[in-house]
């Protein structure tokens, strides 16, 4: 804990010193531009001072001469200013982009971090209830029903390992790449069974319920979409209160198939309702553990079966999500 809170410190203290270093060229860079051009300019008073003073004032041709003298010097400053305004322009543009790339690369990184701990958090608990479920059985006799009801814990706690594993496999899979897609017709009836069968069991103290419209038939990998389903089902989970009772609706609108999974948690706040489908983001409000990786495999998992996601507040509160894909017909032969 406390080789821990060292490293995390002197990682502040080392990006404080990248930020100030960039902050210090920047300013040297700005301070090198404004000296030369005020120095260019003195050059080019004292160099037209020196021309008039070379000057005949009795010369026909004088005031000529000085006209020429003073539009040669007004030519010069406007030449320094347009090149001045031109690099200071150009520099302050790349340090702003500099800076976005820099403050993005360090975004990432601590993202980064932050995924490996919950991924290893994420990692532990099943691996260790598994450890002792299946160590309990080879040291115990138990009676059949604790031995079936034990069996069935590691059997979830296993499907959560691999539901884990299946996100983090579509995280490293190139976001265009569909050749392991395998598109089939598929009710919704069963499929949503199915995932609600899943997590009455891994969590048997919570209330689901469900309103499924028979016969809605879409094409889709099924399994991606079964997991889709179930990181939806697993947000809500974690983010509502366990007294209140998760709710999934299939039903039929303007041609579309709507899968819709309520929750009556605190809700998505407005100003991160365009970021929590991003790779790694977990909003201020998200104190539950994860990886941040479950809405943006579900976004990717519906994009790639032509769908589309939403997410809009639940009255009085909470949020729905909805998956909408084109409904088919059970007998399409596609």
């Known amino acids: 804990m406390l080789f821990s809170s060292f490293r995390k410190r002197f990682r502040k203290k080392r990006v404080t010193r990248i930020y100030a270093l960039y902050w210090f060229m920047l300013s040297y860079i700005i301070a090198a531009l404004i000296f030369w051009f005020i120095s260019l300019n003195t050059q080019n008073e004292e160099i037209v001072t020196f021309k008039k003073e070379q000057l005949v004032k009795e010369a026909p041709d004088y005031q000529a001469q000085i006209q020429k003298i003073e539009r040669e010097d007004k030519r010069k400053r406007f030449q320094y200013i347009g090149e001045g305004s031109t690099f200071f322009i150009l520099i302050i543009a790349g340090a702003v982009i500099v800076f976005r ?23 532990k608990t099943p691996i260790a209830v598994t450890k002792l479920n299946l160590e309990t059985l080879q040291k115990r006799t138990l009676d059949e029903s604790v031995r079936k009801r034990l069996l069935s814990a590691t059997l979830a706690e296993t499907d959560r390992l691999n539901a884990l594993c299946s996100n983090m496999l579509l995280l490293n899979e190139p976001e265009k790449d569909d050749s392991l897609i395998v ?54 989970v974690k983010y509502s209160p366990k007294s209140a009772a998760v709710s999934v609706n299939v039903i039929r609108k303007d041609g579309r198939a709507l899968i819709q999974v309520m929750d009556e948690g605190e809700g998505v706040p407005p100003e991160e309702v365009l970021k929590i489908f991003d790779k790694y983001f977990r909003g201020k409000g998200m104190q539950a553990k994860g990886t941040g990786l479950g809405l943006y495999v579900t976004q990717r998992i519906v994009h790639q079966s032509k769908g589309t996601i939403t997410v809009e507040p639940n009255h009085p509160k909470g949020s729905i999500f909805t998956i909408s894909f084109a409904e088919i017909k059970s007998n399409d032969g596609r």
Request: net charge negative; hydrophobic share 45%; charged share 25%.
């Open 183 to 236: 598109r089939e017709p598929i009710a919704l009836e069963g499929l949503v069974e199915e995932c609600l069968s899943e997590q009455k069991l891994h969590y048997p103290q919570r209330l689901f319920e469900s309103r499924v419209e028979e016969g809605i038939v879409i094409y889709a990998d099924r399994m991606l979409t079964r997991l889709a389903i179930n990181n939806l089902l697993n947000n809500a």
């Open 101 to 123: 790339l820099l403050r993005a690369q360090f975004r990432l990184a601590r993202q980064q971090r932050d995924f490996m701990v919950a991924v290893t958090h994420e990692l």
